[in-house]
C-alpha cells in the first residue's frame, strides 16, 4: 500500500475535531456554508478508518512475520483528545475554512514525511489497538491489531498498510 493511505488513516483522527468546530461556528453563526462544508468535511472523515482498513484486508500484501519486540503504542490519544475538544475551548477564536484547510494541508504534508502512525483515536474506539513492534530482522514497525498482545508471540500473520504499518490478521 501507498504512503498516502497512512496520511489519510492519520488525517481522519481529526474529523471529530470538524464536527466540534462546526458545532461551535453553528452556535456563534448559525447555518452558514463553513458550517455545512466542516459537517461534511467531518463525517466523510469518519468513514475513512473502516473503508482504509477494509482495503488493506482486502488487498495488502499478506506474510507471516516473527516479532521479537512489542509494546503499546497509544502514546498520542489524549493528544487528539485535546484537539476535539479544542474548539469549545478557543470558541472566540474566529478563524475562516481557508486557514482551516490550509492548516490540514500542512498537516498531510508534514504526515507524508512520517513514517509511522500514532493511535488514532477512533480506531481505539473500535477496539483496535497500535504497538511498536520489531520484527527479528531488527526492522521496527507500526501493528494495529483488534486484540490486546501481550506476547510477542501471538502474532503470526500481518497485511502491509504502508512501508512502515502492518495490520494484523
Aim: aromatic residues 12%; proline residues 4%.
Amino acid at each position: 500500500m501507498k504512503n498516502w493511505l497512512r496520511t489519510l488513516l492519520f488525517i481522519s483522527a481529526f474529523s471529530p475535531a470538524f464536527l466540534s468546530l462546526a458545532y461551535v461556528r453553528y452556535d456563534l453563526h448559525g447555518l452558514t456554508t463553513d458550517v455545512i462544508q466542516l459537517i461534511f468535511i467531518g463525517l466523510v472523515g469518519l468513514s475513512f478508518p473502516v473503508l482504509i482498513l477494509k482495503l488493506v484486508k482486502r488487498h495488502g500484501e499478506s506474510f507471516i512475520i516473527q516479532i521479537k519486540k512489542i509494546e503499546s503504542n497509544d502514546f498520542m490519544l489524549l493528544g487528539f483528545i485535546f484537539s476535539y475538544i479544542s474548539p469549545f475551548i478557543l470558541r472566540g477564536a474566529d478563524i475562516s475554512l481557508n486557514t482551516i484547510m490550509f492548516i490540514v494541508l500542512v498537516l498531510c504534508i508534514i504526515l507524508w514525511t512520517i513514517n509511522t502512525l500514532p493511535s488514532h483515536p477512533l480506531l481505539r474506539f473500535l477496539k483496535f489497538r497500535f504497538y511498536k513492534v520489531e520484527s527479528s530482522s531488527g526492522v521496527v514497525y507500526i501493528l494495529i491489531a483488534r486484540r490486546e498482545i501481550l506476547d510477542p508471540k501471538q502474532i503470526k500473520s500481518v497485511r502491509k498498510i504502508s512501508s512502515a504499518m502492518l495490520i494484523e490478521e
